[in-house]
């Protein structure tokens, strides 16, 4: 009895109390809207949408885009378009502190929301990429905080970056307005 539940709440989708809403200008235009998975990250999703109602994504480029993998953004202290230093964009985070991994078993699938982080598992702090693809490879390593349900197609569209670190060259696209959804 036990394990059929156990089975039962693995397969069960997550509880999805609070979202955001992601307006991205560039050469992706609309609006993105991610449900966050308080249950299962609920540490990453408390600063995550804290970092939102400050306005602290706000203006904040993309500077990360991998074809058929994923796109990065999130970077608060060097990646703000106006007034940040795009040659360390993606090295920065917030004035927060890091925070401890939230591993699931949720997969890393097409337009899943992840915290990006250094080599150390307990570094993620504000910088978090959305899955073009598959990519299982990351499954228990990065923390899953979310979902896109909305604007998958705003997404796609988003300016690649180049070479093997996908460093996106001239133009990025960016957050032009974040929002914390109930």
């Known amino acids: 009895m036990h394990k059929l539940a156990f089975a ?8 999805l109390a609070t979202g955001l809403q992601i307006d991205i200008a560039g050469e992706a235009n609309g609006t993105v809207t991610i449900d966050l998975f308080e249950d299962i ?3 990453h999703v408390e600063q995550i949408t804290a970092l939102a109602e400050e306005g602290a994504y706000d203006g904040v480029v993309f500077h990360r885009v991998i074809q058929g993998f994923m796109a990065q953004t999130g970077d608060v202290q060097f990646g703000k378009l106006d007034g940040g230093d795009m040659s360390r964009a993606g ?12 591993f699931s078993d949720e997969r890393f699938l097409r337009g899943v929301v992840g915290m990006a982080r ?8 504000s910088q978090f990429f ?23 197609d705003v997404v796609d569209a988003i300016k690649r970056g180049r070479g093997s670190n996908g460093a996106v060259v001239g ?10 959804t109930e």
Not at 131 to 146: P, R, S
């Open 8 to 15: 039962f709440s693995l397969l069960a989708s997550p509880a």
């Open 41 to 43: 990250a609920p540490n």
């Open 91 to 102: 090295m920065g985070g917030s004035d927060r502190p890091d925070l401890a991994a939230e």
């Open 118 to 125: 250094s080599q150390n598992p307990d570094s993620a702090n």
């Open 130 to 152: 959305i899955m073009f693809d598959a990519g299982e490879f990351l499954n228990g390593q990065y923390t899953v905080v979310g979902k896109v349900t909305d604007g998958m």
């Open 171 to 180: 133009q990025p696209d960016v957050m032009e307005k974040v929002t914390v």
